[in-house]
């Protein structure tokens, strides 16, 4: 039996792949490669001496996903494959709402077709909103989040919900994660963005490898330490071992589970940036900056709940999250290309 993994050359995705496959799970991986390269696949072959299936395959196309239902034995599946820009997604709503829902909407119909019930899914600490205080608490009610991106986590969300309502045997698993960053310790599989980096640490990187001459940093007069914005980074094999566990818990009993996936502390900017430079020797120039519209001052997890229920808690450090970064960084400058 297979666990099909949607979005399974992305970023998060990749790493989860290597984590599953580490223990010997068999492996399908849909992804359309709208953001993501088929290298990935060899990458992660390279790691763990295994190579998943691999399709490449819209989610939003049933009669697609349908024909790999036929083809391979799926037992669960953890749903990665979703745009994820959160500025883009306020210029194009439409095609987030349209793409986010369309693909879980299509996903959970297929698999109910096959009697597959059990679903991990990727959704963000963005459903908390902006107005539940920090740390985040599961049982929080879901806020309203400032982006169009986080409006479709909401919603995909409330719509797995509403299908364990409509049919108690479906297992679903609500992963919210905080600020994912790092990569393989190998440098193999990292993140790779396309055009200018929206997030704080790939910007760093790519300054670091020489890509862009300095970083902006999006405001310095916040109420937090030292007035930049403070947030809860986990490294990204943290989080894919979370997604293992959670994985393992769906066949505890049919139910909804919803866990924060972070470390419960917070870094600011500056922190993150001095980290970076402390760890690698490489010097980031940066300059004070306005503020970024829609960012919120603090945000970091409560993780008492993955710990209790799923025995989960992140290991690695902010030094290790930089240290895995430059390492991927400084092997893959121009990301899968060119190689
Ligand atoms: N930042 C900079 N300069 C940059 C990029 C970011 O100063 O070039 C700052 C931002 O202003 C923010 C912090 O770095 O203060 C972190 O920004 P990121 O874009 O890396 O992360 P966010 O916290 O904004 O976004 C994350 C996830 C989203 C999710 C959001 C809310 O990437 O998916 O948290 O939960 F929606």
Redesign the pocket.
């Known amino acids: 039996m297979s666990i099909l993994v949607t979005g399974g050359c992305g970023y998060i995705g990749s790493h989860t792949v290597v984590e599953l496959l580490n223990l010997g799970k068999e492996v399908v991986i849909v992804d359309d490669l709208s953001n993501a390269s088929a290298k990935v696949v060899d990458r992660i072959e390279e790691i763990t001496g295994k190579r998943p299936s691999f399709y490449q395959q819209d989610v939003v196309d049933k009669d697609g996903l349908r024909s790999i239902f036929k083809k391979e034995q799926i037992e669960a599946s953890i749903h990665f494959a979703a745009f994820?820009a959160?500025g883009e997604s306020v210029q194009k709503p439409g095609a987030y709402y349209e793409n986010n829902i369309m693909s879980i909407l299509s996903l959970v119909e297929v698999m109910a077709e096959f009697d597959v019930k059990k679903i991990v899914f990727s959704s963000?600490?963005?459903v908390y909103g902006s107005l539940n205080p920090s740390p985040y608490k599961e049982d929080m009610p879901v806020g309203v989040p400032t982006s169009p991106?986080?409006q479709t986590k909401v919603m995909c969300e409330q719509i797995l919900r509403d299908i364990y309502i409509s049919d108690n045997n479906w297992s679903i698993s609500l992963l919210r994660y905080f600020?994912p960053i790092g990569a393989h310790e190998s440098g193999l599989i990292g993140e790779d963005p396309s055009g200018i980096p929206?997030?704080?640490?790939p910007?760093i990187a790519q300054v670091a490898v020489g890509k862009r001459e300095f970083?902006?940093?999006?405001?310095d007069d916040y109420e937090t330490q030292d007035g930049?914005?403070v947030?809860d980074y986990i490294h990204v094999v943290d989080l894919a071992k979370g997604h293992v566990k959670a994985l393992d818990k769906l066949n505890q009993a049919p139910d909804v589970y919803t866990y924060n996936l972070g470390s419960g502390q917070g870094t600011s900017?500056l922190e993150l940036v001095h980290t970076f430079v402390a760890v690698t020797g490489v010097d980031i120039p940066y300059k004070m900056a306005p503020r970024?519209a829609g960012?919120l001052a603090s945000f970091y997890a409560n993780a008492d709940k993955a710990l209790a229920d799923l025995n989960w808690k992140t290991e690695k450090s902010i030094e290790d999250m930089c240290r895995d970064t430059w390492n991927w960084q400084s092997k893959n400058p121009n990301g899968y290309e060119n190689q």
Not at 198 to 201: D, E, I, P, T, V
Not at 215 to 219: E, S, T
Request: charged letters at 15%.
């Open positions: 994820k959160v963000s600490a963005t991106y986080g600020n929206n997030n704080l640490m910007f970083l902006n940093i999006f405001g930049t914005c947030r900017v970024r960012d």
